[in-house]
């Protein structure tokens, strides 16, 4: 089905009921009294308006105390040293009368003999409570604890506001890097690009618009002499923000776990309990490399080493004690589905060799840990420490899985997709790709479309793709692109019928030209919305035609063409260390045509001049005699969302529309279908 779209700008005289403020200044000669940068910002969160100004001086400006600017009733206000500074939630409306219904004041130097007192206005336009709308992040949910470094963060929102703010970290430093980004709406998921840092975390995410144009805040001036302040610089924000606090754990890949040969796995230790911890050393080792040393715990005290990992499965490793004879090593499991394990112990007096020590872990997730005794002071003849190395874990879990790169041909415009399939999996398992945009679980694949080949390739080799079994830990694999281009997934071009014809037969023949060294080719027709009425057929890989025998009902019908190649060498995916695992890549490239068995083309409708009629806009065009027309409105051109706001049928006549002032200035554009 043929959509055509025409979009106008609305006329610019057009404002949103009433919510506009200003005051007229006159060019005034300005005094050099301050350096000063102020941001208004409006905001919602949780349902709930802010609010806010940052007042900030630059150059070598310094101020004798410090400066501070006020609403005008002293509801939203800060002080330049952030002594003082407002946080009121208002209601919409309350925000807006706050910072248009009077003068704001801005006082430079306060309580010194040099203090000056300053006026401006703000004026407000085109701001509506449904620009905001609502944001939530939905994962991880507030106060997790999680068991990944690099989480998927999800979110809704229904913000019209055209940029994403995205920033988590852990507060007390800077965000690692790219995991403060900005983004264009819409989008709802995001994967930082580097690990978080293990703890308590924060993911902040706003929805805004810097520099809004409809907001303008007037120069200050002073009532004695109409004396400005000079260099002075004034924005506005509009955002929807959210809040989400989580906790991360020991990254996986650090010292520790090299030093262990297990940097797959998340390790924990007792740093915090004053004892330095467990750490990563080269002068005893089972290996001859390195191996983790405990820390050094005071007498009858313990120092610690933790991680988790998902059963069933063999765990093995190497442990050794050089201390005194009551001192020893402790190893236990903790698995909630099963009983807790007694621990297995070696003691200091045991002498300083090597042990192995080898057991089969339960289903479920098993919680590890080694604790190393002081049980009463060091002998100076020894280090009275534990060391563990070469920590080995082979999960019984078996899995294949098939990667489908596949480009799809629509309208004449070609996309996109990463699918990822498992199969023969020993539990139910969930994958995802290294920032969460292509994933499969039992209930079958998803992937984000991509715009062209490389932008798919580049979130396939973007970090870690993870596998997880009934719900566990990850399991982590890489996807390495050595050859793929678009010659390797060539177009399907569709003969008979052609899209967006009409008038064709019920019986009508299919043809098409594309690759013919492909495996297989599958095709199949429908009704829309009657996919009862439909047939489909698998046919070898040279196929170029089809006859259905299937007589097609009245209206509009779509035609699929699906050609597959399996096993692609060009593309290598890695072993997460199951104890089985085959891999494969398909490549798959598919077609689609829209026709009409009887019935009507839409056409493109021709938009008349847009005219002002009673402070309405009006637009008026040429309809089309049994078609549907849909007009449609959005704040931004570039990212929408379009949203309805009118449709009609066509009877081939000049159609009014009548868009009254309570709509919001937006872009309109006209469907028909």
């Known amino acids: 089905m043929k959509k055509t779209q025409h979009s106008i700008v609305a006329h610019p005289l057009r404002t949103t009921s009433g919510l506009l403020a200003t005051l007229l200044i006159l060019a005034l000669p300005y005094s050099s009294l301050a350096n000063l940068d102020m941001t208004l910002t409006l905001e919602r969160n949780s349902g709930e308006f802010e609010g806010s100004v940052y007042l900030s001086t630059y150059g070598d400006s310094t101020p004798e105390t410090y400066h501070r600017v006020e609403s005008p009733n002293g509801i939203i206000f800060q002080n330049s040293d952030w002594s003082d500074f407002s946080n009121t939630n208002l209601s919409f409306s309350a925000l807006l009368a706050e910072c248009t219904n009077g003068l704001w004041s801005l006082v430079l130097n306060v309580g010194d003999v040099s203090e000056k007192q300053y006026a401006f206005s703000v004026g407000i336009m085109g701001v509506t ?20 470094n690099q989480p998927l963060i999800e979110w809704t929102s229904t913000s019209l506001l055209p940029q994403v703010h995205i920033q988590v970290h852990n507060g007390f430093q800077a965000p690692e890097p790219g995991n403060y980004v900005n983004l264009a709406a819409p989008i709802n998921s995001w994967t930082p690009a580097s690990p978080v840092l293990a703890g308590d975390n924060t993911i902040f995410i706003s929805y805004q618009s810097n520099d809004f144009s409809g907001i303008t805040i007037s120069h200050p001036t002073n009532s004695i002499g109409g004396t400005s302040v000079s260099n002075w610089n004034a924005s506005a924000v509009v955002e929807s923000t959210d809040f989400s606090y989580f906790t991360a754990p020991d990254s996986g890949g650090s010292p520790l776990g090299e030093a ?32 983790a040393q405990s820390g050094s715990p005071s007498p009858y005290e313990a120092s610690w080493i933790e991680t988790t990992v998902q059963g069933p499965g ?34 200091g007096e045991h002498g300083d060799s090597w042990d192995y020590f080898e057991i089969e872990l339960p289903p479920g997730e098993n919680d590890l840990s080694w604790t190393f005794y002081n049980d009463d002071p060091a002998d100076e003849n020894y280090y009275n420490a534990a060391f563990l190395d070469e920590v080995t874990f082979i999960p019984e879990l078996t899995a294949s899985i098939v990667l489908e790169f596949q480009r799809t041909l629509s309208e004449g415009i070609s996309t996109f997709s990463v699918y990822p399939f498992t199969q023969n999996a020993s539990a139910s398992a969930e994958i995802e790709s290294p920032t969460g945009l292509c994933s499969s679980d039992d209930s079958g694949s998803s992937s984000a479309i991509f715009a062209s080949l490389q932008d798919a390739i580049d979130e396939c080799v973007a970090g870690y793709w993870t596998i997880s079994f ?64 439909s047939a489909s057929a698998s046919l070898s890989g040279t196929a170029t035609n089809w006859l259905s025998g299937t007589t097609l009902n009245a ?17 290598d995916i890695s072993d997460p260390g199951l104890s089985s695992w085959t891999a494969e890549t398909r490549l798959t490239t598919r077609a689609s045509s829209d026709f009409i068995v009887g019935g009507i083309i839409p056409l493109s409708v021709t938009i008349l001049p847009p005219e002002i009629v009673g402070g309405d806009l009006s637009l008026s ?31 081939g006549t000049t159609n009014l529309v009548i868009l009254p002032t309570t709509y919001p200035a937006a872009y309109y554009q006209i469907k028909t279908q």
């Open 129 to 148: 409570s449904n620009m905001f709308g609502d944001t939530t992040i939905t994962n991880p949910v507030n106060y997790a604890v999680i068991s990944t």
């Open 260 to 291: 262990l040969e297990a940097p797959q796995l998340n390790w924990n230790t007792d740093a915090s309990d004053g004892y330095g911890g467990w750490f990563p050393q080269s002068e005893e080792s089972n290996d001859g490399t390195d191996a």
């Open 314 to 347: 063999t765990l093995s490793f190497w442990w050794n004690i050089i201390a005194d004879g009551d001192d020893y090593v402790e190893f236990s499991i903790y698995n909630s589905d099963f009983e807790y394990e007694d621990g297995e112990r070696i003691y």
């Open 470 to 533: 009934d719900g566990g830990l990850p399991y982590e694999f890489t996807v390495t692109v050595n050859s793929l281009t678009t010659n390797d997934i060539p177009k399907i071009n569709l003969v008979t019928p052609a899209h967006g014809s009409s008038g064709v037969s019920a019986d009508t023949d299919y043809a098409w030209g594309g690759t013919t060294d492909y495996s297989s080719t599958y095709v199949s027709v429908a009704l829309l919305g009657a996919p009862t009425n």
């Open 555 to 571: 209206g509009t019908n779509r035609f699929y063409v699906t050609q597959s190649l399996n096993s692609f060498s060009g593309v």
């Open 621 to 651: 065009f040429f309809s089309q005699s049994g078609a549907t027309h849909i007009v449609e409105w959005s704040t931004n051109l570039v990212s929408g969302p379009w949203l309805p706001a009118t449709n009609f049928p066509g009877d």
